[in-house]
């Protein structure tokens, strides 16, 4: 299948019941979305990932990640990045994580914890070849302190910044290191101006849109539960943004995602 339409790289469909799931794909699809990843935030639940993962057709495409997110590393098992990587071992599974750090939620305690965590997720990708979903929040300087770290240790590695909310040095930290970047209905919001300003330079080959569902609804939809769909609204907001088409800005985007998401076939 040639996809045409948009991708929400980046949703959480464990929070919806399985009752409401076919209509929010009908939504989805009928938005002009024709692919997902449903983003795994606890690796003790990965089979669930992988179950969400087959509600996959032909009309729209339904991908995984599994990992452990920054906020859960006290709760989960840390696993080395071998046995992670032997745990992405499936064709649903296109990417490793969500992981990275979050020092808005985290406590100091709590940090060590999130960076051992994220270099194990780090090492599963370079083992993978699979992208590392990265969050981050509050923690810009020890982030690409790591990733720079790891790349000039151990070698490049594919990943993303999702859901992208952090200043101008992190984005441009994180091209230069090959990574890509995912904007989210925060930049809708009518006080995000300085992630629009990151948004309007980050090179139309590593740009990727995304829900972050079902949180973050984009405007017009603030203040309600998000949902995949709703990834047109902030699409169509950032090919305002930057001068072109819907259709274009789909298009570009989606050939994105699959550069960078290589298994999501």
């Not at 799931?21 to 003790?44: C, F, H, K, N, Y």
């Not at 969050?135 to 810009?140: L, M, P, S, V």
């Not at 302190?145 to 859901?163: K, N, Q, S, V, Y």
């Not at 009518?190 to 990151?198: C, E, H, T, Y």
Request: aromatic content about 6%.
């Amino acid at each position: 299948m040639t996809r045409t339409g948009l991708t929400d790289s980046h949703c959480h469909l464990d929070h919806f019941s399985a009752e409401e799931m076919p209509e929010v794909l009908a939504r989805t699809r009928q938005a002009g979305v024709d692919g997902l990843v449903t983003i795994g935030t606890r690796l003790s639940r990965a089979g669930q990932q992988k179950t969400l993962a087959t509600l996959d057709a032909p009309e729209l495409r339904v991908w995984c990640t599994i990992g452990t997110h920054p906020d859960h590393v006290d709760e989960e098992a840390l696993p080395t990045g071998a046995e992670l990587a032997a745990m992405a071992d499936d064709a649903c599974v296109v990417g490793i994580g969500e992981s990275g750090l979050d020092y808005f939620h985290g406590k100091e305690d709590v940090r060590p914890r999130q960076q051992e965590s994220f270099r194990v997720h780090i090492d599963a990708a370079r083992r993978t070849g699979l992208p590392l979903v990265i969050h981050t929040r509050e923690a810009d300087d020890d982030t690409l302190a790591i990733l720079r770290d790891e790349t000039e240790a151990r070698g490049a590695f594919p990943f993303l910044i999702h859901c992208f909310s952090s200043g101008p040095d992190l984005a441009r930290g994180a091209l230069e290191l090959g990574g890509y970047v995912s904007f989210s209905g925060i930049a809708t919001f009518n006080r995000a101006q300085a992630v629009r300003d990151v948004a309007a330079f980050v090179p139309a080959d590593r740009l990727l849109v995304e829900t972050d569902s079902p949180y973050l609804a984009p405007v017009p939809k603030r203040g309600k539960r998000n949902e995949p769909g709703y990834v047109a609204y902030t699409a169509r907001m950032l090919a305002e943004l930057r001068g072109m088409e819907d259709a274009a800005f789909a298009e570009m985007t989606t050939r994105n995602f699959s550069r960078l998401f290589t298994q999501a076939v």
